[in-house]
Nanobody, 119 residues
């Protein structure tokens, strides 16, 4: 059974930093952790940052220059959050993709980690 686990969230003052981590396990097929998403109260889940084919990174305009996504290997993903602002307050989710031969790709999500930025 695929498990995706996020950690590293918490309460931080505006202007501070946090580092989120994500690990994925449990699949006998190829699994890749690929991106971070977030959902603020009353809002839809949105992309924060992701790594696409070729190792290219993509960021939401609102976090460019402040957040950095990185990956140790296919199963460990990080999000370095610098110069945080209150608008970054949200539950942050990690997205993993499992590729099953002849069947396709499937998305998995963790339970999320809460990030709260105080002004």
């Amino acid at each position: 059974q695929v498990q995706v686990v996020e950690s590293g969230g918490g309460l931080v003052q505006a202007g501070g930093s946090l580092r989120l981590s994500c690990s994925a396990s449990g699949s006998i097929f190829s699994i890749n952790v690929v991106g971070w998403y977030r959902q603020a109260p009353g809002k839809q889940r949105e992309l924060v940052a992701r790594i696409i084919s070729g190792g290219i990174t993509e960021y939401a305009d609102s976090v460019k220059g402040r957040f950095t996504i990185s990956r140790d290997n296919a199963k460990m993903l990080y999000l370095q959050m610098n110069s945080v602002i209150p608008e970054d307050t949200a539950v942050y989710y990690c997205n993993a993709v499992v590729k099953i031969p002849l069947r396709g790709e499937y998305d998995y999500w963790g339970q999320g980690t809460q990030v709260t930025v105080s002004s």
